[in-house]
């Protein structure tokens, strides 16, 4: 059971860091310093909300998430780990792996020289974990709240032998509308259509979502830009220690079978994806960590 008054009594940095129930029962970090907002659910290690003070919120959540235990939460960014999609083997298994589905504990809480808030959250293995996933590892979550957002999986393989795992920081970025948005960065890529089931190379200097599109960009560390002309802004997507930057929309027909999306849910994001799946696992010999970030923010405007 999760003890507010306990984390409180822990972790809360007055006018800073707090926690509370917000949706139904899932307890929530609520930060706000000088250069944003932001929610993080402890079910999940899941952020659902950053509001740098000069925008709106740049994450999208769905009115129809669930906030319960055993469902993952739609919107904001849902961790995947250790495994990206479908289970290879057992497909009773959860989509996406566990570390959606279970809660994690508060390791600390900080703010730095700058004024940015440093929340760090942790899952070790478990008999919990074990019934889906055999190995012995340690995952952190650090979160920055500054004027960008900085999410860094960090996974640590305890146990005696190596394992291999995928995994993603699945944002949902909150748009005026999909077809008034276009996202550049990818040009020249190949890609894996998990609609087609086949590759492909991104010709167009900007992509423009049309329909439903679920592209996973191969071998790719650099950084892309979702131009949203309607909102005026651009939102800058980097990334560290990841290869693959996955683009989702359902389009109309999938979400209208979504349960926790609405029939037009899809009109109004796009996921772009930090992920390291398909030909680029990360392989852990007993003892070695490795990271995967997420880089949220606004592009500077250059006058
Ligand atoms: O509904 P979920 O499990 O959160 O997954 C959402 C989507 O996540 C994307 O990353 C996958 O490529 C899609 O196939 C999937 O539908």
């Not at 007055?14 to 930060?31: K, N």
């Not at 000088?34 to 999208?60: E, Q, V």
């Not at 920055?144 to 699945?170: M, R």
Request: proline share 4%; with cysteine.
């Amino acid at each position: 059971m999760v003890d507010i008054d306990e984390l409180d009594d822990k972790f809360s940095i007055e006018g800073e860091v707090g926690f509370a129930e917000l949706e139904e029962d899932l307890v929530f970090i609520t930060v706000s310093n000088k250069y944003a907002d932001a929610d993080i659910c402890l079910y999940g290690a899941h952020i659902t909300s950053f509001r740098p003070h000069n925008s709106m919120d740049l994450l999208w959540m769905s009115p129809d998430s669930c906030f319960e235990v055993g469902k993952a939460i739609r919107g904001g960014i849902p961790v995947c780990f250790p495994w990206f999609g479908p289970h290879k083997t057992d497909e009773e298994k959860p989509q996406h792996g566990f570390a959606r589905l279970m809660y994690w504990d508060v390791l600390s809480t900080a703010t730095n020289p700058a004024g940015e808030t440093i929340i760090k959250l942790e899952l070790n293995s478990s008999e919990e974990t074990k019934a889906y996933w055999a190995h012995d590892f340690r995952a952190e979550m650090t979160i920055v709240v500054g004027k960008t957002l900085v999410e860094t999986l960090k996974i640590t393989n305890t146990s005696a032998v190596s394992f291999d795992y995928t995994c993603a920081l699945h944002t949902y970025y909150s748009l005026s509308a999909i077809e008034s948005i276009t996202i550049e960065g990818l040009k020249g890529l190949t890609y894996y259509n998990q609609l087609t089931r086949e590759n492909g190379v991104q010709e167009e200097e900007k992509l423009e979502i049309t329909d439903g599109l679920t592209r996973h960009y191969l071998n790719t560390e650099t950084p892309v830009i979702i131009d949203d002309s309607a909102f005026r802004r651009r939102i800058k997507v980097d990334k560290k220690g990841s290869k693959v930057t996955t683009v989702w929309n359902p389009g109309a027909e999938p979400c209208a079978k979504i349960g926790d999306l609405s029939d037009d849910g899809y009109e109004t994001f796009v996921c772009v994806e930090a992920t390291n799946a398909f030909d680029y696992p990360i392989h852990l010999a007993p003892g070695e960590s490795f990271e995967t970030s997420a880089i949220i923010g606004l592009e500077e405007k250059i006058f």
